[in-house]
């Protein structure tokens, strides 16, 4: 079975600054799909990147990167010049092709202080 | 484009009671729809998910049952909510590139 771990509950950035979350998987799957979602306190899902396993090119949105690590079964999200408007709960989610199920994460709370 | 609807935003019901969420999507055809539930400041737990018209799947027993009743609806239900019912309720639709698009969620709360 497929687990996704985020091993960080709570993180703070200074505004500005750069912070990178963590996310690691456990798969015996061969074609992945990995994402980023942001969930404001409106409680709104938001998308914010995705990253296909089979593609060796880190994917990129904006501010927004991942260090996408394989081998390592390792996926996660840098922000760069933090906003106050990043400030957000993120969840890491995976894929596998064929199963139709989304396995999450239990999230890290970011605060971005001004 | 496509939208997702959720409703009601926000619920208040007695134990016992039964229960409706629905959900809508527009713009996109034979979608995979998603019911989660997410209790306060933790992750989303899966409970029903539906890959055509009448096919419902269940990932957590329980006394929650879903429908699909036509193409791009998707409903909740509950004959008698339970209070560990209480939590926020998201819908979810799936993109054929496998991104998952969310409604504005729905906030239960059984008293």
């Known amino acids: 079975a497929q687990t996704v771990t985020q091993s960080q509950p709570e993180m703070s950035v200074q505004e500005a600054e750069t912070v990178t979350l963590s996310c690691t998987y456990d798969?015996?799957?061969?074609?992945?799909?990995l994402f980023w979602y942001k969930q404001p306190p409106s409680r709104q899902m938001i998308l914010v990147i995705r990253?296909?396993?089979?593609?060796?090119q880190n994917a990129t949105e904006n501010r927004f990167s991942v260090n996408f690590q394989k081998a390592a079964k390792s996926f996660s999200l840098k922000i760069s010049d933090s906003q106050l408007g990043d400030t957000a709960m993120y969840f890491c989610a995976f894929y596998a092709e064929g199963t139709y199920k989304y396995i999450f994460g239990t999230g890290t709370r970011l605060k971005v202080l001004a | 484009s496509q939208t997702i609807h959720q409703w009601p935003a926000t619920l208040v019901q007695p134990v016992g009671s039964p229960l409706s969420l629905e959900c809508t999507v527009e713009g996109t055809s034979n979608p995979n729809l998603y019911w989660y539930r997410q209790a306060a400041g933790r992750g989303l737990q899966l409970l029903f998910y539906?890959?055509?018209?009448?096919?419902i799947s269940s990932e957590v027993p329980q006394n929650l049952s879903a429908s699909r009743p036509q193409d791009r609806q998707f409903i909740l239900s509950s004959k008698k909510l339970l209070l560990s019912d209480s939590g926020f309720y998201l819908c979810?639709?799936?993109?054929?590139?496998?991104?998952?698009?969310f409604g504005p969620g729905t906030r239960l709360t059984v008293t």
């Open positions: 798969t015996s799957e061969n074609n992945y799909y």
């Open positions: 990253q296909e396993a089979y593609k060796q």
């Open positions: 979810a639709w799936s993109s054929p590139s496998y991104e998952q698009y």
């Open positions: 539906s890959v055509g018209i009448g096919q």
